[in-house]
């Protein structure tokens, strides 16, 4: 009789030793970023130049699954600055201005022409973990990203709106402990992205291959 209670209450810290590893385990974060990206110089055409780099804000959630896997849900919103070069470009991107004789559809701008390309990115990723329980612990992570953006035109060029996309997202980080709850973290996200602007006839696209740098606070949860 003695011993079985012996082997009831053992299995009972058993049972409570798991259910507290699992509450461990199974936590989540909400994160807040700011974000500086870098862009690839693309083309669109025949004339499309360079991106001026510029920053945007974040905000994630994050559930633990267990010790090491989570997956994450981001909403970002970034954007660039962006400079036509001094050659011809699609009017059905670019509209507003007169047609070059002899060519149908086509305008051309000066080097100053300008606008700005504004992206908003909701990504799902999943992550491994390491050193978790330490002071700064690194992860990786891979998912995809549902992207849209639009783009406003100066004077000299009017807005437009660029199709959404689905596609692959791959990121790396840093998370560093200030207190149990509180984390601050850095991480480099990049989303490859072939842009086209909604009714494009031949499907002409800008290669847009932003690589983010996210600085932000976590708290866990």
Request: proline share 4%; hydrophobic share 45%.
């Amino acid at each position: 009789m003695i011993q079985r209670i012996y082997r009831i209450v053992f299995l009972l810290f058993i049972a409570a030793g798991a259910v507290r590893l699992s509450a461990q385990m199974k936590s989540s974060e909400i994160g807040v970023w700011v974000i500086n990206t870098e862009w690839k110089d693309s083309k669109l055409g025949d004339g499309f130049g360079a991106f001026d780099d510029t920053s945007g804000q974040g905000i994630a959630f994050n559930r633990y699954w267990t010790e090491r896997f989570s997956t994450e849900l981001s909403a970002q919103r970034f954007g660039a600055q962006t400079f036509l070069g001094a050659s011809s470009v699609p009017v059905r991107y670019f509209c507003g201005f007169g047609e070059l004789p002899g060519q149908p559809g086509v305008i051309v701008f000066t080097p100053s022409s300008t606008g700005k390309l504004n992206v908003t990115a909701i990504t799902a990723l999943a992550q491994m973990h390491f050193n978790r329980a330490g002071r700064v612990a690194p992860y990786v992570g891979a998912g995809v990203s549902h992207l849209s953006a639009d783009f406003d035109g100066n004077a000299e060029v009017l807005p437009f709106d660029v199709e959404s996309d689905i596609t692959w997202a791959a990121a790396a980080g840093l998370d560093v402990r200030i207190t149990d709850r509180v984390f601050l973290t850095g991480e480099l996200r990049y989303i490859p992205w072939s842009a086209i602007a909604e009714g494009a006839a031949n499907g002409e696209s800008l290669n847009v291959e932003p690589l983010a740098l996210n600085a932000g606070v976590k708290v866990r949860f």
